[in-house]
């Protein structure tokens, strides 16, 4: 389980296509502080480390994973958001997030903001629960937000400039595609609401 509240960002300095799969090896200020089968999330989607060296880790994304997620169109040179497991005593300082990426985005406007920025995101609806609330959460690339101006098929999050320096909305522009993960609450919801409704 995860928070949303990133702790570094990693760049892409290898990859490698396996059959279907793909080899991400990120380098990353932590490296010699992870452990082989150690779970991570790359930017909103948790990938199992399988490999460490010296300032670089290993970690494998499988065809369901790239399908979902922005993870297959990643190249050499990019950013990744990164957030390890939370521990047990930890604050949730963020929400609950999975790392387990319901489906992709697009930024569709960015505005500057008296020193922080708005972010407009338009997405297509996939199921029961995959939409977002006004004043609710929303992880975007693994980012813990409030959502504001709420829409079926698109909301809009503030970025203040910590944010904007620390995670990798410093590259996000329109025509970027970012992992949304809804809340898991609405989730649960949204399904417990269905299966009463076909009873």
């Known amino acids: 389980m995860f928070s949303g509240i990133v702790e570094r960002m ?5 990859i490698r296509t396996d059959r279907l799969n793909k080899d991400f ?3 990353a200020e932590f490296a010699q ?3 082989i089968d150690q779970s991570i999330a790359h930017n909103g989607v948790c990938l199992t480390v399988v490999d460490i060296s010296g300032d670089t ?6 065809k369901e994973t790239l399908d979902r997620s922005n993870l297959g169109m990643l190249r050499v040179g990019d950013l990744v958001n990164l957030e390890r497991s939370m521990k047990p005593d930890a604050l949730l300082d963020g929400h609950i997030v999975q790392g387990h990426v319901d489906q ?8 500057e903001a008296g020193g922080s920025w708005y972010f407009t995101f338009g997405y297509q609806p996939q199921g029961e629960g995959l939409c977002t609330v006004e004043k609710g959460s929303v992880a975007v690339n693994g980012v813990s937000l ?8 698109s909301f809009r999050v503030a970025i203040i400039p910590y944010t904007m320096e620390h995670t990798n909305f410093c590259r996000i522009d329109v025509g970027s595609v970012v992992n949304l993960e809804f809340d898991i609450v609405g989730k649960y919801i949204a399904r417990l609401m269905q299966q009463y409704n076909t009873k």
Not at 57 to 62: F, I, K, L, P, S
Not at 104 to 111: D, G, H, M, P, Y
């Open 33 to 35: 502080e992870l452990e």
């Open 25 to 27: 090896v990120l380098r």
């Open 146 to 153: 409030t959502v504001c101006n709420s829409k079926p098929d």
């Open 10 to 14: 990693a760049e892409v300095v290898d």
């Open 104 to 111: 992709t985005a697009r930024c569709t406007a960015k505005e």
């Open 57 to 62: 880790y290993t970690v494998t994304a499988m």
